[in-house]
């Protein structure tokens, strides 16, 4: 079984709850459970909010979203045109300082990882950001 959807969106803050239900409508669509589907939309929420804010700077851009399900597996790709930046590199924020005492930054890269089965990021051929989001269903057969 696989199935695909795409939209693109304008990268604007005000946009993101519309990510939110376009991620929730197609992946609960595509059959994902209630923890899954709670798991993928907060995990592209924190990417988008980052892609927004870190990799366009507010200014003018688009995210591409491709949400796919292949067997036990949704993927959720998100691309953009920002400057290249790959969060997989992000070094884990040292947990056992206090919140206070901790750098800002890194905690939504941490959280995406925390969240998903497999992050993953490459630089598309057309030079821009792919950052791909996978988690495996439950109750789902097949790899």
Known sequence: MSEKSFRQFPAELSRLVDIRCYVEDTAA?????????ANVIQAVDESAANIIMHGYRGGPGTIDIEITRKDA??????RDRAP??????????DLTLPPDQR???GMGVYLTRRLMDEVAYRVTPE??????LRKKLPGSSGL
């Open 29 to 37: 669509g595509f059959g994902a459970d209630d923890s899954a589907l």
């Open 73 to 78: 597996w949704l993927t959720v790709c998100l």
């Open 84 to 93: 290249l930046f790959d969060p997989t590199r992000v070094p884990a924020p």
């Open 103 to 105: 750098p800002l930054g």
């Open 127 to 132: 030079g821009g950001n792919e950052l791909t």
